[in-house]
């Protein structure tokens, strides 16, 4: 069985072929960074337009990549939520469309369970097994115990990892998307010469909290007077601040700081959720899982502890449709079909109420 995935829930117009037997056959993204940069974020209106301008020619990407053609094809799965709305609806309509044109089924795929199921992507998934998708719109931890019984235990009750280092990286000035940036100008620069905290590390739950850890940063960069504009505030930042001569080797050792702070309460919380909840294997999705320093930690901290780690491949973590359709499989052997009628879901949690979910 040959599977098209479309995927536009965000500013990634990303479509992907799949077989029923969970290769992947394509895998095409195109980034629209380029296009919300100089906004410091994604602006929901531009993405719409650009998905529109871009899916046909991701789809045929996708295809003639893969070497097939529209009447081999036996299935197409979208994203049908969470994210933003209009982004959304480009992808649920072009593959509407698709459905009916050809004949052949549809499904509706809840991105959370896209980011979870990358892991199965050149892995063997053992169950039960504790998940954890740490993205720009999520931090939230799961068990699930079979294919079918996705169980949400923890979740972040203000910011998303990505979003905080999204935002930290404004308030630094860094650009857009903070993470990779982050990330680079980290490099080899001592994680420890600043003190941030290390919010409910220790508090018993599976919850997260990133907003005091930005404040946090916000604090420490006007106490060290980076920049001369004081009025710092975290939208309407100017674009072209400049830190104060002799201040600028601060700010490599804020970001170091605060990606140390991010790596450790993720891996204390998710540790902590594998050993509770009796499982022997933790499997980390979502664009923050790209994080050279969060993956090596991982890969630390789980061999000392015995537990099996899967991280997918760079390419599989950041948004993708190949997520979508290896998620996707289940729903057609399943018959989960959803009608042609379906709509964008901007909310959709992972829980009972995503239909085919929970048995
Ligand atoms: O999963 P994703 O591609 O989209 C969402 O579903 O949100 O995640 C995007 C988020 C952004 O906040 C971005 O800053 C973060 O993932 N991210 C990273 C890295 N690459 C992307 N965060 C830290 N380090 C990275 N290397
Ligand atoms: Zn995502």
Not at 119 to 129: G, R, S, V
Not at 300 to 310: A, D, F, M, R, W
Request: include cysteine.
């Amino acid at each position: 069985m040959n599977i098209l995935a479309i995927e536009t829930s965000c500013d990634e117009t990303a479509a992907a072929l799949v077989t029923d037997t969970g290769d992947v056959l394509s895998n095409v993204v195109a980034s629209q960074i380029a296009d919300h940069a100089a906004f410091g974020g994604v602006v929901p209106e531009i993405a719409s337009r650009r998905h529109t301008e871009l899916i046909g020619g991701v789809v045929a990407e996708a295809m003639a990549e893969a070497g097939i053609s529209k009447e081999d094809l036996h299935g197409v799965c979208v994203t049908q939520g969470p994210g933003l709305v209009g982004a959304l609806l480009v992808g649920i309509s072009f593959a509407k469309a698709l459905a009916w044109g050809l004949n052949i089924p549809l499904c509706g795929i809840n991105h959370l369970e896209g980011h979870l199921s990358a892991a199965k992507i050149d892995h063997e998934i053992t169950y039960p097994h504790i998940g954890m998708v740490v993205s720009g719109g999520h931090t939230s931890l799961y068990r699930i115990d079979n294919p079918s019984s996705i169980i949400q235990i923890g979740q972040t009750l203000d910011d998303a990892a990505g979003e905080a280092f999204d935002k930290v990286a404004k308030l630094l000035d860094l650009g857009y998307p903070g993470g990779v940036i982050i990330e680079k100008i980290s490099q080899g620069i001592d994680p420890h010469t600043i003190d941030l905290p290390r919010p409910m590390i220790n508090d018993g739950s599976y919850d997260f909290s990133f907003s005091g850890l930005k404040t946090a940063v916000l604090n420490r960069v006007i106490a060290e007077e980076i920049f001369t504009d004081m009025d710092l505030r975290f939208s309407g930042l100017p674009q072209t601040r400049k830190p104060v001569p002799g201040k600028e080797a601060l700010i490599p050792k804020i970001a170091s700081a605060f990606q140390e702070a991010v790596v450790d309460v993720l891996t204390a919380k998710a540790i902590q959720a594998v050993k509770d909840h009796g499982a022997d294997l933790l499997v980390v999705s979502g664009g923050v899982a790209s994080n050279t320093a969060l993956r090596m930690r991982l890969k630390t901290v789980t061999s000392e502890e015995g537990i099996n780690l899967v991280i997918p491949e760079r390419k599989y973590c950041t948004d993708n449709a190949a997520m979508i359709g290896i998620a996707g499989i289940r729903y057609f052997r399943e018959g989960l079909i959803a009608p042609l009628d379906i709509n964008a879901r901007s909310r959709w949690p992972l829980t009972a109420e995503t239909r085919g979910i929970l048995s």
